[in-house]
């Protein structure tokens, strides 16, 4: 799944008036009813009042017309607002609020920390130059992708936004202060496909609109926007490059305060280190131990080798994607997997143009509170027709036909889409609209591994022959990226040190525990089993993404979650109701889920 464009990253604009609350001891009641108040003003006057192009995403779209307020102000206005609201939600005491509630109360208190870690510690919004340019991009795509109104009046909340555009670039100016040179080479290298988006794909978004003077509006206000972006890109080349030269690392300290808030994960990143490392480890036996089934002649470097030869032609990629949807949802009711709510299936479609540079697939739902337009979207990214055969060919190896199961179920069965599918029984508002990427992105690839642990192989495709070993080594590469992605946000942001014996295997290591970008690149080549150029890509996305490491971390945490239900349930364990309770928990951190699901505060790993 590509990766969010975070709500917290751009919460900046004015603050409008609240309501105080007067910290005093509640009732239960009372004190349910006081948060729920809290929370929905929180939710207007803060999160999406700061971030207008979030609450278009959730299916609010009072906030259509309006745009973020980047400048260095609104900032501190947010801070304020955050500051203040923080103070809020703690004068509710937890002994007033029933256990669900309670939980909703940590979630979004630590959501709020998220936030405030972000803006005050952390500063991207004076050291990432793509925040601006790929932040407007957004505001005018979620306007574009789904018709949730008239053409007309979506064309006309558009030009709204572009109006205020060009002040986002003067806010950069002002802000930008000494950056990573990777996050100003980034931001150069997708500002290009970004002019091209307004040039190109805006417009052709709306070319349906009739309301002459808004054409003739959008006309003026989309050159302006141009414009503004190709001036930045020249002030980023001459300008912010040369003196890009901060540094991107968050430290132990900031790292593990980011865990905390974001997952509720307070395991010590020594600790987390050794997990990592051991379930890398695991995953490389278990593919050499398959590729040699594959092939006892070859190395399981060549058995990868050849795996990636074998895919769809790009012309036939989307049905191949799409010819899975109709095995794994009968493989599912069949073997009670989990309950998928609909019949409904998503739409595959093409990447959006300026998405494709940094994502392979994903997929798109609507917002939980969209009601004008539901259709969830499976992008995926195809070759472009100007691609040497070479570039094509080394893509297209990422989409072998062992990933494209595993694809296929991560983003749609019984991975994203079924997440979505379950999103109108989540408990609250607060579970709807504040997730934790261990519990999303976690549960998306704990389904890669359980779907093939179960039993499932494509149609046609026959238990211990070669082609579902393949599909087996598909799986395990995707889990090895992941596994990578693990140590590389580790060791790039913090000085954890190694685990005994790690540095005697990892010839990258030496007696240094902290990466540079080269070592990061290697790593994922070497230890994930990973292209060079998907390689570069990971790296380069670690720089910024710290915490990618969500994905194998939740992984373990749900697998651990679902073996101390199944001691405790004994032979009345089912794997079905598992899920169903997993799901409808919504997207919270798994810590709260264990605490519901066994009634207790035991290790989350």
Known sequence: MKPALALTATLLGLLMPTTSVPAQRLSADGGAQTFQTLADQYFSDVLFHFAPTGGTQAGFHQYDTQLEDYS?????????????????????????????????????????????????????????????????????????????APVNTRLKAAIARERLMPAVFTAARQNLKNPPRIFTEIALEQIDGIIAFFQTDVPEAFKDATDKQALSDFAQSNTAVIHALESYRDWLKSDLLPRSSGDYRLGSATFARKLSNDEMVDV??????????????????????VARE?????????????????????????????????????YIHANHIITIPSTAEPVLEETPPFMRATTQASMDPPGPFETHSTKAYFN??????????????????????????????????????????????????????????????????????????????????????????????GQLQDALLRDARFVVSLRLHTDTPLPAGVSGSDTSADSQSTFTFDQAVSFFVREGYQSHAIALIETKRGTS?????????????????????????????????????????????????????????????
């Open 72 to 148: 260095a102000a609104a900032v501190q206005k947010n801070i304020a607002a955050l500051h203040a609201y923080e103070q809020k939600i703690t004068a509710v005491p937890v002994d007033a609020l029933d256990a669900s509630v309670a939980a909703d109360r940590n979630i979004l208190l630590n959501s709020i920390h998220s936030q405030l870690l972000s803006l005050e510690t952390i500063r991207n919004w004076e050291k990432n130059p793509d925040t601006y340019s790929s932040g407007i991009t957004n505001s005018v795509f979620v306007l574009m992708e789904r018709p949730f």
């Open 268 to 289: 010590p990143l020594a600790h987390l280190l050794e997990i990592a490392y051991a379930d890398l480890h695991r995953n490389q036996a278990e593919f050499a131990r």
């Open 294 to 330: 594959v092939d006892p002649t070859k190395s399981p470097q060549e058995v990868l080798a050849q795996l990636a030869t074998i895919h769809p032609s790009p012309d036939k990629l989307l049905g191949a994607f799409h010819d899975q949807f109709s095995g794994l949802i009968s």
């Open 380 to 473: 995926v990214t195809l070759p472009e027709a100007n691609w040497s055969p070479a570039r094509t060919a080394e893509h297209m190896a990422a989409f072998n036909v062992g990933t494209i199961t595993s694809t296929a179920v991560h983003e749609a069965y019984p991975g994203h889409y079924v997440q979505f599918l379950w999103q109108d029984q989540f408990p609250s508002k607060v579970r709807k609209l504040v997730g934790a990427n261990t519990n999303i992105e976690g549960w998306a690839h704990y389904c890669e591994q359980m779907m093939l642990d179960e039993g499932y192989l494509p149609k046609g495709v026959t238990a211990g022959s070669r082609e579902a070993n393949l599909i087996r080594l």
């Open 545 to 605: 993404d710290a915490t990618y490491l969500y994905y194998t971390l939740g992984k373990l945490q749900i697998l651990k979650l679902r073996e101390d239900v199944r001691a405790r349930q004994g032979a009345a364990f089912n794997l079905q109701n598992f899920h169903d309770s997993f799901m409808r928990e919504g997207p919270a951190p798994i810590k709260v889920i264990r605490k519901d699901m066994l009634a207790n505060d035991s290790p989350v790993l």
